[in-house]
Every structure is written in structure tokens, then in C-alpha cells.
T-cell receptor
Framework: QQPVQSPQAVILREGEDAVINCSSS?????VHWYRQKHGEAPVFLMI?????EQKGHEKISASFNEKKQQSSLYLTASQLSYSGTYFC???????????FGTGTRLQVTL | EPEVTQTPSHQVTQMGQEVILRCVPI?????FYWYRQILGQKVEFLVS????????KSEIFDDQFSVERPDGSNFTLKIRSTKLEDSAMYFC?????????????FGNGTRLTVT
């Protein structure tokens, strides 16, 4: 079962904040976040491990609620370079694959 | 910085033909994957590979698909008899450790067009 992301798409003005949610029907062991720009490969942002930790670097951070089987990605003071499609990737204990979410298309405008 | 390389970048083939997509993972990585993405939509898992054998495969990865690590550097995906619905971007990825706590590094992909 593919994780469901919300919203499907969001348009921001530069400097605004956004939250992207990822929800799974299965128990999660870890959650990855990736960003994909048009025509390019997904690029790794961060991993959150079981334990409910919050991680971040600069203005992008994320949280992981293993009880709710959810993760959220927080983008603050968005920049034009944040535009792209964001995917969560979930690991459900098989240790041999990452299942990617439905994706959230983010567009940052001037 | 080391990177995953894929060749060719674009492959056009006729329905029923065999294609081989090639990948060179990052040299010290132990785990290898193939994913595909149709028209910028969801990224779908095909297969994972470790220690010269398949670790897990999806329902998409039927008897028409196979993977091989023929030498110490290449990792290939073969589609024996291509169908129109195989048209997609195919991404190879590798990770240093198990995916639980190790990021996937993706190649730039091979765009496969089946006519």
C-alpha cells in the first residue's frame, strides 16, 4: 500500500511556510524524504527513524509519529529553489525496499 | 562526490523487443534497486538486490524482468519482451547500508519508450 501525501499540490510565495504530510496504513520503521525537480532524479533530504524524532537542517525539518504512522515535512521561509515534487519513502520492516508516497508538487513563486 | 550512473539516458524500442538498462552503483554501496516512474507520477519499486540475489520484488517485476550484477561494478535490468505499458523512466539506486537508515542515491534515469 502506497503512503498517501497531502496536499497533492501547493503554491507558495517566496518566504512563506508549508507543511507536507505523509500517512501510511502500515507500521513504519523509518521515513525518508526526497525532492525531485522536473526531469531529474529524486534527491535525498533526510531520514527519520522509529522513535518519534524530529530532524532538520536549515529551513527544512521533519517529524515522525510512529504511533500515528505519519510523518510531516516542514519548509519554512521557502525559496525558489524549494520548487519540485516531494516524496516520502517508507520502510515497513522488510529492510529491503522503500515505498514512495503519492507525491506533493510544490511551486514557489516571487 | 560519487554518483550512480545509468546508460543509456534514452532508449526507444519496438514492442516485443528485449532491452537492457545499465547502471553503475556507487562503488562502496552494497544494496541496489530499480524503480520506475511513469510520466512524472509516483515512483514505483521494482526490485532490490543484495549479495548477488534478489531481496524483494514487486508485483510489477514479473517473469519478463530480470536483474543481474555481471561483474563487480554493473547492475542491469533486462526486460525480455517489452510492452507499451513499460514506457517509463527507470531509475537505478544504491545505498551503502540497509534502507532502514541509509539514503538511496539515484541515477539520472533511463527514459524507455516502447512503440
Amino acid at each position: 500500500q502506497q503512503p498517501v501525501q497531502s496536499p497533492q499540490a501547493v503554491i507558495l510565495r517566496e518566504g512563506e511556510d508549508a507543511v507536507i504530510n505523509c500517512s501510511s496504513s502500515k507500521a513504519l520503521y523509518s521515513v525518508h524524504w526526497y525532492r525531485q525537480k522536473h526531469g531529474e532524479a529524486p534527491v535525498f533530504l533526510m531520514i527519520l527513524l522509529k522513535g518519534g524524532e524530529q530532524k532538520g537542517h536549515e529551513k527544512i525539518s521533519a517529524s515522525f509519529n510512529e504511533k500515528k504512522q505519519q510523518s510531516s515535512l516542514y519548509l519554512t521561509a521557502s525559496q525558489l529553489s524549494y520548487s519540485g515534487t516531494y516524496f516520502c519513502g517508507t520502510e515497513t520492516g522488510t529492510a529491503s525496499k522503500l515505498t514512495f508516497g503519492t507525491g506533493t508538487r510544490l511551486q514557489v513563486t516571487l | 562526490e560519487p554518483e550512480v550512473t545509468q546508460t543509456p539516458s534514452h532508449q526507444v524500442t519496438q514492442m516485443g523487443q528485449e532491452v537492457i538498462l545499465r547502471c553503475v552503483p556507487i562503488s562502496n554501496h552494497l544494496y541496489f534497486y530499480w524503480y520506475r516512474q511513469i510520466l512524472g507520477q509516483k515512483v514505483e519499486f521494482l526490485v532490490s538486490f543484495y549479495n548477488n540475489e534478489i531481496s524483494e520484488k514487486s508485483e510489477i517485476f514479473d517473469d519478463q524482468f530480470s536483474v543481474e550484477r555481471p561483474d563487480g561494478s554493473n547492475f542491469t535490468l533486462k526486460i525480455r519482451s517489452t510492452k507499451l505499458e513499460d514506457s517509463a523512466m527507470y531509475f537505478c539506486a544504491s545505498s551503502e547500508l540497509i534502507v532502514y537508515n541509509s539514503p538511496l542515491h539515484f541515477g539520472n534515469g533511463t527514459r524507455l519508450t516502447v512503440t
